[in-house]
């Protein structure tokens, strides 16, 4: 199964002045979370659909795994720039 990736507005903002390398980092990294969102890092026990993965050196991603509609939807983006 695939899943398919949606930026909340507040992640959208987030981006704005991303350095390119590490933009292609995260994207790199949401593929490979559309592919396997579960391999990923849980933040609350209680609700394991809210997962964390680590994009290269650069960051971290938050998203809301969404098994219904087959949706990553990312909330946040957090990196150290």
Do not use: N
Request: glycine share 6%; net charge negative; hydrophobic share 45%.
């Amino acid at each position: 199964m695939s899943f398919r990736v949606e930026l909340h507005k507040t992640a959208l903002a987030q981006l704005q002045g991303f350095p390119e390398h590490a933009f292609d980092e995260l994207i790199r990294c949401l593929a490979d979370v559309c592919e396997k969102p579960w391999d990923t890092m849980g933040v609350r026990p209680a609700e394991p659909e809210f997962r964390q993965a680590i994009f290269g050196i650069y960051g971290l991603v938050s998203f809301y795994v969404d098994d219904l509609t087959d949706v990553i939807r990312v909330y946040d983006v957090t990196w150290i720039g």
